[in-house]
């Protein structure tokens, strides 16, 4: 892990990688998150994340994990104006959330232009949380329950791992650990993306599945269906995945304006009704605990 710098220390590196990827970090929105989460960030996870998709263009993604499990991440964004109270659901989910369930630590996501975006909220990974007892909150979307027949039929409903919750897009992450490495054979795959309601998969997918660890579902409130399906891999060399890298995560990978030896990678493919779209997880700040985290070992 880096030196533990405070939270002004993170600024010139937020916006060293910003000018990398071509977005003007817009200093305000940043030092407020900064400000706002203050002292918890000295032993935070620190990544930075480039995606393909049309949707994240013109900003660039912060991500800060390994928070103190005691805290509200959303409390921290609403008591410090970096997103407004809101009578949805969304608004709601974190805390009964953290009241329902154990949770091992939390983290948030942020725009370096767009600001305050999500909540993460890990589970410890000797207690995966079961999907039908997730979706039993209030707060939770309709959707987590209408797919769990899904999720149970490819062995992933008892493996929720770590739920994100995104203010802005007003959706869910669930992300299924330990997920059996049948759910990445090609028949699986494209079995479990049809149901859903997705297109199938490209053979860029299929290919890169044989090399992925993770699967996670994107819910919303709006509709009863997965809004989309990502497949993960880590690797220390996303250039040697069996995967032709998109030019614009290639061109990051080249130039990271700091050391990424020693550290691991996350890179991802998701399904989305619109098509596939890459992203990248680069940490600039890394603990040797996420790979634990997120390599949770298959106990079957």
């Known amino acids: 892990m880096r030196d533990n710098t405070g939270p002004a220390a993170l600024y010139p590196v937020i916006e060293e990688v910003s000018q990398l990827v071509g977005v003007s970090c817009a200093p305000d929105t940043v030092h407020s998150i900064l400000s706002a989460y203050g002292d918890t960030l000295a032993q935070a996870v620190v990544a930075f994340r480039v995606a393909t998709s049309e949707h994240n263009a013109g900003d660039l993604d912060c991500r800060f994990t390994m928070l103190p499990p005691h805290l509200d991440p959303y409390a921290v964004a609403l008591s410090h104006g970096l997103i407004e109270a809101t009578d949805h659901p969304v608004g709601s ?9 154990p949770i091992g630590f939390s983290g948030i996501d942020f725009g370096v232009v767009g600001g305050f975006k999500k909540t993460w909220s ?5 207690n995966l949380q079961p999907l039908s007892e997730l979706a039993q909150l209030e707060s939770m979307p309709p959707s987590a329950a209408g797919n769990l027949p899904l ?5 992933l409903a008892d493996r929720v791992s770590l739920v994100g919750i995104d203010y802005r897009s007003r959706s869910v992450n669930l992300y299924f650990g330990a997920a059996p490495a049948e759910v ?3 028949r699986s795959l494209t079995s479990i993306l049809k149901e859903a309601g997705l297109p199938g998969p490209s053979e860029r997918l299929l290919r890169f599945a044989t090399r992925a660890f993770g699967i996670y579902a994107t819910l919303t409130w709006d509709s009863p269906k997965v809004e989309r399906i990502t497949i993960a891999a880590m690797t220390a060399d996303p250039l040697t995945l069996p995967v032709t890298v998109e030019p614009a995560i290639e061109d990051f990978l080249k130039n990271a304006p700091y050391p990424t030896d020693g550290h691991q990678f996350v890179y991802a493919i998701t399904s989305a009704p619109g098509g596939e779209y890459h992203k990248l997880q680069s940490y600039y700040r890394w603990r040797s605990q996420v790979e634990t985290t997120l390599l949770v070992p298959d106990s079957e």
């Open 122 to 126: 890990f589970f410890p990974l000797d």
């Open 93 to 101: 989910l974190l805390g009964e959330l953290h009241r329902g369930f």
């Open 151 to 155: 999720f149970t039929r490819y062995g």
């Open 184 to 186: 990445f054979t090609p």
